[in-house]
């Protein structure tokens, strides 16, 4: 690869990844900034952990031969986490709707 179109990329990856963290901080400033009351905002704050998951994605595509391996460790993690599910899902649904529901009949009876 000729060194000019490897600085091109360079910087354009540099630039993307540039890009990422300054929307990934604009909405943790926006969300912020609406829990002291000073906006309305109503977006969910980003997580470290979906920030991890761009930059994973990002070195897939950077480095081919990582793909591989990143694969293997999401394929372990969906085995693991298929054997110890609940017996019922929806239970959990089910509690909270209740819990919900008898909230809203205190206040109706006020």
Known sequence: MPSGL?????AGVAV?????LFVFFLRRLLW????RGWILYSGDPPTYGSLGN???ELQSIAEPHTQYVLEE?????????GEAG???PT????R???RILEQRDGRDAR
């Open 16 to 20: 993307f990844v540039a890009v990422v």
């Open 6 to 10: 490897a600085t091109f990329l360079d």
């Open 32 to 35: 912020w900034m609406d829990q």
């Open 96 to 98: 909270q709707l209740k």
């Open 91 to 94: 239970r959990h649904l089910r």
């Open 73 to 81: 460790k999401r394929c372990e993690e969906s085995e693991e986490d």
């Open 86 to 88: 609940p017996d019922d």
């Open 54 to 56: 761009a930059f994973q």
